[in-house]
């Protein structure tokens, strides 16, 4: 069984945004093993750097990359798919031995380049701007899609 992580920096704050996190997290544990890790949004940040922040949660966000993991941050300048598309390629990403696939979804700032530097790859989920809040619900969303695109469910309407 495939083995999705999703690595956040900070945390979802509305009700609405949870209870759907929730649903589609309980749904992708019937195609996937799934876990989530929340890194805390780094505190009395106001003398700090741009830069220095993407640092600093960067260092958070490798600390829970373990090895072997196949890294895919969510990035705005990443690689665009359609629905059918991120599926097959998930499912490439699975018959080619990355069992093991951890997803980041970045702070405010985007990534450091040590983060860019262990990612093996970048994919754009749109070409808007969503909150870091908002992007974790549509990304999950599009990856319990993406297991029902693979098992010719009929979630998906192609």
Known sequence: MMKIKLICVGKTNFNFLKSGEEEYSKRLTHYCSYARIDIPELKQVKSFSQEEIKLREGELILSKIQ?????ILLDD???????IAFAN????KALHGSSAITFVIGGAYGFSHAVYAKADEQISLSEM??????????????????????????????
């Open 129 to 158: 701007t969503f909150s870091h809040q908002i992007i974790r619900l549509i990304f999950l969303e599009q990856l319990y899609r993406a297991f029902t695109i693979i098992k010719g469910e009929k979630y998906h309407h192609a």
């Open 89 to 92: 390629h998930l499912e490439k």
């Open 77 to 83: 300048k990443g690689k665009s798919f359609n629905s």
């Open 67 to 71: 090895s072997g993991e196949y890294v």
